[in-house]
């Protein structure tokens, strides 16, 4: 079974750009979280999607958003960038709330 | 809201010997308990999960970790470690619809 994969790896952006992150589930799962990890932050959630609707978001400001499509694939959108957004995303997937998360290998997003 | 304290943010090893990560959590109800290790350029990966039952844990990779609730802690050891060791290593707690981690503790393992 495949993993959770996500694209791109690595982007680069400048300040004031926007920025959109793709993530694949593992087949069959249907709820998809979304986190931020920082040297100076640790990991901190921004949110989770389930069947399409997002049912928890974290502590962050609404330039952060995100979506889930019918094959439970998600995307989050980063508008108006600014260098402290500079970090590793990552997703992971899971059966069910509470259950297991598995982690994709994230993507590191360098804000210039 | 539940939180974890993760004690030490690096510990050095020589390898064969034991590893002891602590972790210390607190949360108002009975806690769901993880440990996650993160390769360097990877993703976390779940190392072993604790919800109810036994309070002895058994993962991957030789590790195990017992809950003990009088502490509230939630201590990773393996008895030998090996040079892919070396690593990240985040306890977490399930936080209502979330999981919210410790600092993490970097393992350094010497030859």
């Known amino acids: 079974k495949a993993g959770v994969t996500q694209t791109p790896r690595y982007l680069i952006k400048t300040r004031g750009q926007q920025v959109t992150l793709s993530c694949s589930p593992i087949?069959?799962?249907?709820?998809v979280s979304w986190y931020q990890q920082t040297p100076g932050q640790g990991l901190q959630f921004l949110f989770e999607?389930?069947?399409?609707?997002?049912?928890n978001k974290g502590n962050f400001p609404g330039r952060f958003s995100g979506r889930q499509f019918s094959n439970s694939r998600s995307e989050m959108n980063v508008s108006t960038l600014e260098l402290g957004d500079s970090a590793l995303y990552l997703c992971?997937?899971?059966?069910?709330?509470?259950?297991?998360?598995?982690f994709g290998s994230g993507t590191q997003l360098s804000v210039l | 809201a539940q939180s974890v304290t993760q004690l030490g943010s690096h510990v050095s090893v020589s390898e064969g010997a034991l590893v002891l990560l602590r972790c210390n959590y607190s949360s108002s109800v009975p806690p769901y308990l993880f440990w996650y290790v993160q390769y360097p350029n990877q993703g976390l990966q779940l190392l072993l999960k604790y919800t109810t039952g036994a309070t002895l844990v058994k993962g991957i990779n030789g590790f195990e970790a017992e809950f003990k609730k009088s502490e509230t802690s939630f201590h990773l050891t393996k008895p030998s470690a090996h040079m892919s060791d070396a690593a990240e290593y985040f306890c977490?707690?399930?936080?209502?619809?979330?999981?919210?981690f410790g600092a993490g503790t970097t393992v350094t393992v010497r030859a």
């Open positions: 992971a997937s899971s059966t069910e709330l509470n259950e297991k998360l598995f």
């Open positions: 977490a707690v399930s936080d209502d619809y979330k999981l919210s």
């Open positions: 999607y389930f069947s399409e609707t997002q049912r």
């Open positions: 087949s069959g799962h249907r709820s």
